[in-house]
């Protein structure tokens, strides 16, 4: 999973960086890139059931999105238009090891080599995307 995350950060920069490209801003783009999540988790559910959750948890679903959906997506977004893809390739691909030395603070969760290993693989990737980044512009 550490990989797959790694790969979609990287992924996600460089689909975020196109629209940004094209002109439009960064509220248009946090606006209109999520429908094609929703459209698929919606079809992927049972309908009653999540009509059901949301009406009974409507406030935590709310503040839950809104401080660890939206506000870090609208962050990166600008980040993404304030700076150079490869600083966004980077900082994004700090996430996971961040998440795995958060693993060390809790002691009902044991930092697995799986997580250890993934890392130093989405780390070295990074690492050799920068490094063939910088010859490129040298």
């Known amino acids: ?13 460089i689909l975020i ?16 890139r ?14 009653f059931s999540v009509l059901r959750e949301i009406s009974q948890h409507w406030f935590a679903i709310a503040t839950t999105g809104l ?8 962050l990166i977004q600008e ?10 390739n980077m900082v994004l691909s700090m996430a996971p090891i961040i998440a795995f030395l958060f693993q060390f603070f809790d002691s009902r969760i044991a ?3 799986h997580t250890f290993v993934g890392n130093v693989l989405i ?3 990074a690492v050799g995307n920068i490094y063939l980044q910088y010859r490129r512009s040298a």
């Open 1 to 13: 999973m550490a990989i797959v995350t790694g790969l979609s950060f990287a992924l996600t920069n």
């Open 17 to 32: 960086k196109l629209p940004f490209e094209r002109g439009f801003s960064g509220r248009q783009v946090l606006a209109h």
């Open 34 to 47: 999520l429908y094609g999540i929703v459209l698929l988790l919606l079809g992927l559910v049972e309908h």
């Open 67 to 74: 401080s660890t959906i939206i506000v870090p997506l609208r």
């Open 79 to 88: 980040g993404i238009r304030c700076i150079e893809p490869v600083t966004v």
């Open 111 to 113: 930092p697995s080599s």
């Open 123 to 125: 780390t070295a990737l």
